[in-house]
T-cell receptor, first 111, second 112 residues
């Protein structure tokens, strides 16, 4: 079955630093999405990418849909304490709305 | 604008019992998907409903079932509960296939 490899598994950074995380897949996806999950809550959609090569920003967040359609990355610039949480990538095929998720990146920001 | 609402938020059951979880999607969303989240397996797709029809099903045993009503609200049922069914069950809604899915805060199910 399809698998998404997300890295790194965890990151410990200082406030103000930039962060980068990525996902790779053995399969092609038509859509890549990035979510953030806080403890006790459901994942919140951050960015959705629909075209290979697409680069999309949402405030301090920037994500790109890889040219091969098998990868995506998320950058967070000038991190702040409220960026703490688990970030998930997810891929979606054209054939339906089933999401395949990465394992998540646990981000810790030290003030 | 109201988000995806899941009830109950927490549930404790014992082995062998059955449970029904409820999900009310965002107004105007017709697709509802269910996911199971555990520390070991991460987020796993259970099934998806659109216009009261199951369109996709994940690799879960038949004890896991669901349905969708004409108002797009959805329920999932788990019968003959096992300890391994302890998980956070998340519901997500979207306007349709290939549209971004928005998640509720989940139902935390604990099996004793």
């Amino acid at each position: 079955g399809q698998q998404l490899n997300q890295s790194p598994q965890s990151m410990f950074i200082q406030e103000g630093e930039d962060v980068s995380m990525n996902c790779t897949s053995s399969s092609i996806f038509n859509t890549w999405l990035w979510y953030k999950q806080d403890p006790g809550e459901g994942p919140v959609l951050l960015i959705a990418l629909y075209k290979a090569g697409e680069l999309t920003s949402n405030g301090r967040l920037t994500a790109q849909f890889g040219i091969t359609r098998k990868d995506s990355f998320l950058n967070i610039s000038a991190s702040i304490p409220s960026d703490v949480g688990i970030y998930f990538c997810a891929g979606q095929l054209a054939s339906g709305s089933r999401l395949t998720f990465g394992e998540g990146t646990q981000l810790t920001v030290n003030p | 604008k109201a988000g995806v609402t899941q009830t109950p938020r927490y549930l404790i059951k014992t082995r062998g019992q059955q449970v029904t979880l409820s999900c009310s999607p965002i107004s105007g969303h017709r697709s509802v998907s269910w996911y199971q989240q555990t520390p070991g397996q991460g987020l796993q797709f259970l099934f998806e409903y659109f216009s009261e029809t199951q369109r996709n099903k994940g690799n879960f045993p038949g004890r896991f079932s669901g349905r969708q009503f004409s108002n797009s609200r959805s329920e999932m049922n788990v019968s003959t509960l096992e300890l391994g069914d302890s998980a956070l069950y998340l519901c997500a809604s979207s306007k349709g296939a290939e549209q971004p899915q928005h998640f509720g805060d989940g139902t935390r199910l604990s099996i004793l």
